[in-house]
T-cell receptor
Framework: AQRVTQPEKLLSVFKGAPVELKCNYSYSGSPELFWYVQYSRQRLQLLLRHISRESIKGFTADLNKGETSFHLKKPFAQEEDSAMYYCALSVNSGGSNYKLTFGKGTLLTVNP | KAGVTQTPRYLIKTRGQQVTLSCSPI?????VSWYQQTPGQGLQFLFE???????NKGNFPGRFSGRQFSNSRSEMNVSTLELGDSALYLC???????????FGQGTRLTVV
């Protein structure tokens, strides 16, 4: 069975500092990896997915199959980045790749 | 366009009762997934429906069931409620062929 691990429950950085949210996964095949974000009092929303390889709000994430990691990075954190971040993995099952396995999440706080 | 809508937003039920939660997906989305979110277990996949057929099911007891209607709206039902069923239940919809899921704001179920 697949598993997603986010080792940090809490992460606090200062504005302008680099930030890295760690995500490791276990799955023997080729999964799709995602980062979802939940800002205060808002719904869970997709931040980025590895196959699109795009940068959203300055965040990037590279899939490292050797280390089975998908860490989220941003060179200069902003206060508005404060939120709960979830790493998620999906595998094709039953003709569907909507079965998402989530990590427990990392609460990022960016201090002024 | 309107997002995923879940009703009701809050529910209080007594142990042993049953409950039905409703989800209206984004127009044009044919996949609806359900997740349970608790502080201890995080986000856990319940099931996914596509064109009225269940494509995937998570590791939950048979007390948890769902269905999807021809207009893609979905309901989930929990019978014989237990205290441990208290959680935020999230619904997510998608186009059906990609892993990106659009989440609703959830229904907060409290079992007393």
């Amino acid at each position: 069975a697949q598993r997603v691990t986010q080792p940090e429950k809490l992460l606090s950085v200062f504005k302008g500092a680099p930030v890295e949210l760690k995500c490791n996964y276990s799955y023997s095949g080729s999964p799709e990896l995602f980062w979802y974000v939940q800002y205060s009092r808002q719904r869970l929303q997709l931040l980025l997915r590895h196959i699109s390889r795009e940068s959203i709000k300055g965040f990037t994430a590279d899939l490292n199959k050797g280390e089975t990691s998908f860490h989220l990075k941003k060179p200069f954190a902003q206060e508005e980045d404060s939120a709960m971040y979830y790493c998620a993995l999906s595998v094709n099952s039953g003709g569907s790749n909507y079965k998402l396995t989530f990590g427990k999440g990392t609460l990022l706080t960016v201090n002024p | 366009k309107a997002g995923v809508t879940q009703t009701p937003r809050y529910l209080i039920k007594t142990r042993g009762q049953q409950v039905t939660l409703s989800c209206s997906p984004i127009s044009g989305h044919r996949s609806v997934s359900w997740y349970q979110q608790t502080p201890g277990q995080g986000l856990q996949f319940l099931f996914e429906y596509f064109s009225e057929t269940q494509r995937n099911k998570g590791n939950f007891p048979g007390r948890f069931s769902g269905r999807q209607f021809s207009n893609s709206r979905s309901e989930m039902n929990v019978s014989t409620l237990e205290l441990g069923d208290s959680a935020l239940y999230l619904c997510a919809s998608g186009r059906g062929d990609v892993g990106e899921a659009f989440f609703g704001q959830g229904t907060r179920l409290t079992v007393v």
